[in-house]
């Protein structure tokens, strides 16, 4: 019995040691987990090779960050920011691009530092300044109107959007398949560990969007493998009037593709509804 206890003990021991360092693995690691800007860091396209003129753009931070970004007119005068998920970089938005450019909206898409050809590393503050840089250049330096800017933000980049909005007044915020924070994902992803108190990360997209004024539309789907559909429900629920939800079809990556089209019609009812996109008028001769 003495040995048999032993061996228990040190069964229970080394369960203990494997258990604690994939505690600590998950803790100091969990920056190569929520970033992925490793994955197609080649540029691939351009908008150019899709038949949309552009414009090749690099944002200067506050912090001494260059910022690889595209922006790509329309026939209408309001813009819509994209903020794109944890992983690639701008030249894999195309779909977006282009579906935004049909709609009649101007795109500024960019990349955060550490991703594609931008400079630095990526972290949760440095992304919300990435935001609010590229939020600034289309206020200030093209000098179009808060009221004519919506904000997209897919996965990750739907808590900086969110985030954003909560800091100035877009005239409207979309959200596809985007977590309510960090620490709340880490514990469906690693229910087995105490994920919300190892995840250093917030990313309270749950929190900011109690102080968003703008309306708002929520895309998230039931067999999301990634961001557990709940999450975009309780985001809707936090949401303030006026807002919408569209139900989508397929996994994490690839719900956009299988819900294409009813995806278009929603976001262009939604944004007719509340974006004033007039043509801007010429200057007479």
């Known amino acids: 019995m003495n040995g048999m206890s032993k061996m228990l003990s040190s069964l229970l021991t080394i369960l203990a040691l494997a258990y604690g360092s994939v505690a600590a693995l998950l803790f100091l690691m969990q920056d190569k987990l929520a970033y992925y800007p490793q994955i197609g860091r080649e540029i691939q396209t351009t908008p150019r090779e899709h038949g949309l003129d552009y414009e ?3 944002l200067a931070t506050s912090d001494g960050e260059r910022l690889d970004a595209w922006f790509v007119p329309a026939r209408g005068q309001a813009v819509v920011l994209i903020l794109h998920g944890n992983a690639g ?11 935004f450019h049909r709609l009649g909206y101007g795109v500024l898409i960019f990349d955060y530092r550490g991703y594609g050809r931008s400079s630095g590393k990526p972290s949760e503050e440095g992304l919300y300044r990435d935001a609010q840089t590229a939020w600034d250049h289309l206020t200030r330096q093209r000098g179009i109107a808060p009221a004519h800017i919506i904000l997209f933000g897919e996965s990750l980049g739907g808590a900086v959007a969110a985030w954003l909005a909560s800091r100035e007044k877009p005239g409207a915020l979309a959200l596809s398949s985007v977590l309510t924070s960090a620490p ?3 514990a469906d992803l690693y229910p087995w560990l105490p994920a919300k108190w190892l995840v250093r990360m917030r990313y309270d997209t749950l929190a900011t969007m109690a102080q968003v004024s703008c309306p708002v539309l929520i895309a998230h789907s039931p067999d999301d493998e990634i961001i557990p559909f709940r999450h975009g429900q309780r985001l809707f629920d936090a949401a303030a009037q006026p807002k919408a939800f569209l139900p989508l079809t397929g996994g994490h990556n690839d719900s956009f593709i299988f819900m294409r089209q009813e995806w278009m019609d929603v976001l262009a009812g939604f944004l007719s509804q509340h974006i004033e996109n007039k043509t801007p ?3 007479p001769f």
Request: no cysteine; glycine share 4%.
């Open 184 to 186: 709340e994902l880490g």
């Open 56 to 58: 090749a753009l690099t």
């Open 89 to 99: 970089n701008i030249s894999h938005r195309m779909d977006s691009i282009a579906m």
């Open 281 to 283: 008028s010429m200057p």
